[in-house]
């Protein structure tokens, strides 16, 4: 058999909450899997397996749990689900079993033979969805919810199959009868599964609205022939036609046609951006306006919109330090109430002299109305939606314990190049000192058309105007400080105060035949919104820093516009590395930046911010991506979504220890009856998980 290598996804039905997911995690790591992440909102299992494993392997070892494998192809099957099959048939034999309660005792339906006859397929439904799942959960060591329901119910429907046969033909076999009470607890619970699993889909839309972006039929060129594929059949390398009005299949670069392409989905830009031969294109985003034809460069999971969904389910990878209590508690949580139940039924029946049929169902009381599900649902939910909420407007942050970090930064550092500023130069001053003044524009002009450097193509865009050819030869590039060439028998040099040394200060000089004839000052242009990007950020109470490798006066101009109080210039990457560390130390500290040189100060900070246009080892060290190259705008939202994201943890924590801590003594005072604790239990996973979802919809600013 060949071998399967690398990271394998698997879809896994019958988990009931959050602790099934973190068993099968615990069970898989245990097995010497690497990179394990389960994921419950998803129902999506990953790993990274090596030679000496496969796919089929791993497969199994989630089936002896106790639960099913999902092909990819029965996944996206319509019609009701497992949950909901079993709830609708409990259902039909719950009601009369339950309406017994308000007939007379020579009813029929008060007869035990006909209860035990109506309560036991529901009980065996319970056995399959609620026992095996209990029972995988104590196998991987970590209990679940369905321990609690399974004894209940169980124990409901033993004691009156006990009752029921010692005092069998007498009047008082109906004091112990609780076929009700076991089937009623597996139907309610069953409903609040449905409700909660419907809930947990909503906290997932941004993935399935995401790759709904991704089914698109593409138009792949042939030897002159138009064929159509689907995304999954696009190759490297392939010729695709893409017509105004179209979505771009794949990410590419155009080779032929000029559009306007609508690229907001991906970077919350509304503004549609004029593209030509030789732009790239990112797939997903959708012609306005003209026709291309394109190279496709990367496909399939390798694509931007795919890496942003892989971040999407994979949000929970990293877990906030908040939800590590919440796992704390949920781990100990099934055997502390099994101890309280059994407690109460003892310690009330025989120390208080509570009748046996009441300490009895007090006992059951505190196992149905217990959730830790509400626990373990608390975060995750959260972070998903938060994550998914981020990257529909074109921030991708990477796991959940960043959005956490986020809440808490107190300081921003910017990078100034190509973060605050544009990386293009505009020319601020031109000094002609010997000559006509257009000519030497013409003559920079020419010369510095052979150039890529970004200070030559800003020059070359100031004075074409000025442009009319001139024979050069002779050209000569010194990097980073020069350019040279000959122009009818005059060497004319362009360069910085490395070819000339003045008392004033200048940014460039122009030469001819050594001698000075003009001087130059750039400055490098702001990105749009900066100016209110940075204010909005004050208001809020972020202390503000500029850490550059620029010159200090550059710098200082720079400050002085957008109200930056603190300034660092003339940095060299370790100088930015000692300066983040140095206010990490005082206040959690995020620092935003795209160049190479940027990298290792964002790695070394609370939390790093790169643009989507930045360097590829930029990217990698960030811990955020904020796709939005043109400005700044989407850096406030990105902190509010952190701060939102945790305020709704806490609050879902909240809710589910507070449950817990008032429900459970009220359990074992008798003041709860077992049918309205499965309901409210059930309940409890619903308002979790839908102040979660709310998190998608409020408005944050």
């Given amino acids: 058999m060949e071998k399967d290598q690398g990271k394998i996804k698997i879809t896994v039905e019958g988990m009931t909450c959050a602790n099934c997911a973190s068993g099968i995690k615990k069970h898989l790591i245990n097995k010497g899997l690497d990179n394990v992440n389960v994921n419950f909102s998803t129902g999506e299992a990953s790993c990274t397996i090596n030679e000496k494993q496969t796919k089929n392997q791993i497969e199994n070892i989630i089936k002896k749990l106790g639960y099913t494998i999902v092909s990819v192809k029965n996944n996206d099957k319509k019609g009701l689900s497992k949950v909901e099959r079993y709830f609708y048939f409990t259902l039909f034999f719950t009601l009369p079993l339950f309406s017994h309660m308000f007939f007379p005792k020579g009813s029929i339906i008060q007869n035990p033979l006909l209860q035990f006859m109506l309560c036991l397929p529901v009980y065996i439904i319970g056995i399959s969805y609620f026992g095996k799942s209990a029972w995988s959960s104590i196998k991987t060591g970590i209990p679940n919810m369905d321990v609690l329901i399974f004894t209940g119910s169980s124990a409901a429907f033993f004691y009156s199959i006990y009752g029921w046969l010692i005092n069998y033909g007498t009047p008082a076999v109906h004091h112990y009868l609780f076929f009700e009470t076991s089937a009623t607890i597996i139907t309610l619970v069953l409903l609040g599964n449905v409700l909660e699993h419907k809930s947990v889909k909503k906290t997932t839309t941004a993935i399935g609205d995401l790759t709904a972006i991704q089914q698109v039929i593409a138009k792949k060129e042939v030897d002159g022939k138009i064929i159509e594929v689907n995304f999954e059949d696009i190759r490297v390398n392939d010729i695709l036609v893409i017509n105004s009005g179209d979505k771009i299949p794949t990410d590419g670069i155009i080779i032929s046609g000029t559009s306007y392409i609508d690229e907001s989905m991906i970077t919350g830009e509304s503004i549609p951006i004029d593209k030509t031969k030789g732009d790239k294109v990112i797939g997903g985003t959708i012609i306005t306006d003209g026709n291309l034809k394109i190279k496709a460069t990367k496909i399939g999971d390798d694509t931007l919109l795919s890496q942003i969904i892989e971040l999407v389910k994979n949000a929970q990878n990293n877990k906030p330090n908040i939800q590590k209590l919440g796992d704390q508690v949920s781990a100990v949580f099934v055997p502390v109430v099994l101890t309280i139940s059994l407690a109460t039924f003892f310690i009330g029946h025989y120390f208080f002299n509570i009748e046996m049929q009441d300490a009895f169902l007090r006992s059951i009381a505190v196992l149905v109305i217990s959730c830790p599900c509400a626990m373990g649902l608390a975060t995750p939910t959260a972070v998903m939606v938060g994550i998914g909420r981020a990257a529909k407007n074109g921030i991708l942050i990477k796991g959940g314990d960043t959005l956490e970090k986020l809440a808490s930064i107190k300081n921003i550092v910017f990078d100034k190049t190509g973060t605050l500023t544009t990386g293009k130069f505009i020319v601020s001053e031109f000094t002609a000192l010997s000559g006509e003044e257009n000519n030497i524009k013409n003559i920079i002009y020419n010369i510095e058309k052979h150039s890529s450097h970004p200070i030559a193509k800003s020059l070359c865009n100031a004075f074409k105007e000025n442009y009319s050819p001139l024979k050069l030869s002779g050209i000569t590039e010194d990097k980073g400080k020069s350019i040279s060439a000959k122009i009818e028998n005059n060497t004319y040099t362009i360069g910085s105060s490395k070819i000339y040394s003045s008392d004033i ?129 989407q850096l406030p939202e990105t902190m509010q979504i952190g701060k939102h994201t945790l305020l709704t943890i806490k609050q879902n924590l909240f809710w589910a220890f507070a449950y817990n801590i008032v429900a459970i003594p009220i359990a074992v005072m008798g003041l709860l009856n077992p049918m309205w604790g499965a309901l409210f239990m059930a309940f409890s996973d619903v308002i979790v998980i839908g102040n979660s979802i709310r998190l998608r919809y409020k408005k944050i600013f």
């Avoid at 990457?573 to 300066?579: A, N, T």
């Avoid at 609370?606 to 700044?632: C, K, R």
């Fill in 505 to 633: 200060q200048h940014d460039l000089f122009v030469l001819k035949n050594n001698e000075l004839i003009a001087t130059l000052n750039i400055n490098d242009e702001l990105k749009i919104n900066t100016d209110s990007v940075i204010s909005t950020l004050h208001e809020r109470g972020y202390i503000t820093t500029l850490l550059s490798g620029d010159k200090k006066e550059k710098c200082n101009n720079i400050s002085t516009k957008l109200g930056i109080k603190t300034t660092f210039s003339e940095q060299l990457p370790i100088d930015k590395i000692e300066k983040i560390e140095s206010l990490v130390n005082v206040n959690k500290t995020a620092m935003v930046g795209d160049g190479i040189n940027d990298a290792p100060a964002l790695a070394k900070a609370t939390i790093g911010i790169s643009l989507g246009n930045a360097t590829e080892i930029a990217i990698q060290s960030a811990d955020v991506v904020l796709l939005n190259n043109e400005d700044l705008s």
